[in-house]
């Protein structure tokens, strides 16, 4: 059962000011009110707990250059990440980060070396460590996206994913070139835990200001004990 605190915090999270139709301030009233319905129904599928599929579920903030992961409708966790340079938005060629309602469609390099280099989703075999001097591949783990919406539609044609990245000091920057980058110990214990469905939502508004699992932060493995013990 979803919290009287998350209940609280999902007021922030009303549509009408944190929607992809909010976001691109459609003009026309009946535009607007079709959107506003829509993105009722994608944010009542974001945080439902009834859907068939994964528990977990990651909210994105190109504000806060942050991460929540939400489990059964409560906050337990938050990473630093980082959205495109380029800005927000969907066209192919912009090398932006897309906006709305996407899931996890393909997991790649499980159990791969951490700072593992992938070319074309494949590994290669090298090995970087953090911050290496002129480097800047795909390392670690990759979660490939895929868009639900017609405003994100293009997301898994443009090889838009979840990975971790060498480049650890800018992390918390506005820097990828249309991913989420992670630094590398934090992709692991997000990859190792987030199944194929999960739902992620992108926006450019603030995360909520809630406090994670009473004030601190906790493993998102260490969560699953916390919420048995609840």
Same mark, same amino acid.
């Given at each position: 059962?979803?919290?009287?605190?998350?209940?609280?915090?999902?007021?922030?999270?009303?549509?009408?000011?944190?929607?992809?139709?909010?976001?691109?301030?459609?003009?026309?009233?009946?535009?607007?009110?079709?959107?506003?319905?829509?993105?009722?129904?994608?944010?009542?599928?974001?945080?439902?707990?009834?859907?068939?599929?994964?528990?977990?579920?990651?909210?994105?903030?190109?504000?806060?250059?942050?991460?929540?992961?939400?489990?059964?409708?409560?906050?337990?966790?938050?990473?630093?990440?980082?959205?495109?340079?380029?800005?927000?938005?969907?066209?192919?060629?912009?090398?932006? $980060?897309?906006?709305? +309602?996407? =899931?996890? !469609?393909?997991?790649? @390099?499980?159990? /791969?070396?951490?700072?593992?280099?992938? &070319?074309?989703?494949?590994?290669?075999?090298?090995?970087?460590?953090?911050?290496?001097?002129?480097?800047?591949?795909?390392?670690?783990?990759?979660?490939?996206?895929?868009?639900?919406?017609?405003?994100?539609?293009?997301?898994?044609?443009?090889?838009?994913?979840?990975?971790?990245?060498?480049?650890?000091?800018?992390?918390?920057?506005?820097?990828?070139?249309?991913?989420?980058?992670?630094?590398?110990?934090?992709?692991?214990?997000?990859?190792?835990?987030?199944?194929?469905?999960?739902?992620?939502?992108? $926006?450019?508004?603030? +995360?909520? =200001?809630? !406090?994670?699992?009473? @004030?601190?932060? /906790?493993?998102?493995?260490?969560?699953? &004990?916390?919420?048995?013990?609840?």
């Amino acid at each position: 059962m979803t919290s009287t605190f998350f209940l609280s915090q999902r007021a922030k999270f009303h549509p009408d000011q944190n929607s992809v139709a909010a976001d691109q301030s459609l003009a026309k009233p009946a535009c607007r009110n079709a959107s506003v319905f829509l993105a009722l129904v994608l944010m009542a599928l974001f945080f439902s707990g009834c859907e068939v599929v994964p528990q977990q579920k990651i909210l994105i903030s190109a504000a806060d250059q942050k991460m929540a992961i939400y489990r059964d409708g409560v906050p337990i966790r938050i990473f630093r990440v980082s959205t495109s340079k380029f800005g927000l938005g969907d066209r192919p060629g912009s090398y932006a $980060t897309p906006l709305g +309602l996407l =899931r996890v !469609k393909k997991k790649i @390099g499980e159990n /791969v070396k951490v700072g593992t280099v992938f &070319k074309g989703r494949a590994s290669t075999g090298e090995v970087l460590k953090v911050d290496a001097p002129g480097r800047d591949p795909i390392v670690t783990r990759i979660l490939w996206l895929e868009g639900l919406e017609a405003s994100n539609k293009n997301a898994f044609k443009r090889y838009i994913y979840i990975h971790g990245t060498p480049e650890e000091r800018n992390i918390g920057k506005p820097v990828s070139y249309g991913c989420i980058r992670m630094c590398s110990r934090d992709i692991v214990e997000l990859f190792d835990d987030t199944e194929v469905n999960t739902r992620i939502f992108i $926006t450019r508004k603030p +995360l909520p =200001r809630n !406090k994670v699992m009473g @004030g601190r932060e /906790v493993s998102l493995s260490e969560s699953r &004990k916390v919420s048995k013990n609840e």
